[in-house]
């Protein structure tokens, strides 16, 4: 168990709609990042936030966005999903602001969006 | 741009052998960080072995070793003694020392450990 947790689990859609995917950091932890999986595209970074502010963006459309919370929780909020949106929605925390040896990504179970 | 490059899409190894990831990536960075990541198919992704780039001396974890060849931009996982709980894919990952972001994946191989 890595200490992330994401919710929900599977979240399944139609076209158009709005989910807002969830994600509580490791206890400690104050880095947030952001990736989507498919099939396709393998592992594509979106976005990171460390301790309440957006840090980097990565490959993110404008119909996603995300914040982080005082409590360190985070959401990631998909809108105008399409059919290419299905993925694998991943979470990961990291103690310090930059990702290195002492504080290596730890990834949640991964929310799996299904847009129909 | 850093990339990361995984030339075996797909593995497999009998139970108890040992098998051996190969990995490249293409930086002019002089300090960055390599991992390598299990993602078994709960799907959840682990952390298995992780090596910084000033450090000659190869990582190693319980059976799990990696062969670092800086120059050679090369990175390779050997899972010694492998074990039926292996099956899983296998992500290398590149991070720059001066980032804080962007950890860059490879495409992954699909290891299959065979009984």
């Known amino acids: 168990d890595s200490g992330v947790t994401q919710t929900p689990k599977h979240l399944i859609t139609a076209t158009g709609q709005r989910v807002t995917l969830r994600c509580s950091p490791r206890?400690?932890?104050?880095?947030v990042y952001w990736y989507q999986q498919s099939l396709d595209q393998g592992l594509q970074f979106l976005i990171q936030?460390?301790?309440?502010?957006?840090?980097a963006k990565g490959n993110i459309l404008e119909r996603f966005s995300a914040q982080q919370f005082p409590d360190l929780h985070s959401e990631l909020n998909l809108s105008s999903l399409e059919l290419g949106d299905s993925a694998l929605y991943f979470c990961?925390?990291?103690?310090?602001?930059?990702?290195?040896?002492?504080?290596?990504?730890?990834f949640g179970n991964g929310t799996r969006l299904t847009v129909t | 741009a850093q990339t990361v490059t995984q030339s075996q899409p797909e593995m497999s190894v009998q139970e108890a052998e040992t098998v051996t990831l190969s990995c490249t990536y293409d930086t002019s960075e002089n300090n960055y960080y390599l991992f390598w990541y299990k993602q078994p198919p709960s799907r959840q992704m682990i952390l298995v072995i992780r090596q910084e780039a000033y450090k000659q001396q190869n990582a190693t974890e319980n059976r799990f070793s990696v062969n670092f060849q800086k120059a050679a931009k090369s990175f390779s996982l050997k899972i010694s003694d492998s074990q039926l709980g292996d099956t899983a894919m296998y992500f290398c990952?590149?991070?720059?020392?001066?980032?804080?972001?962007?950890?860059?994946f490879g495409a992954g191989t699909r290891l299959t450990v065979k009984p």
């Open positions: 990961a925390s990291s103690s310090s602001e930059r990702v290195g040896y002492n504080s290596p990504l730890h």
């Open positions: 936030y460390y301790n309440g502010e957006e840090r």
């Open positions: 990952a590149f991070m720059k020392h001066a980032t804080p972001n962007d950890m860059r």
């Open positions: 206890s400690g932890d104050l880095s």
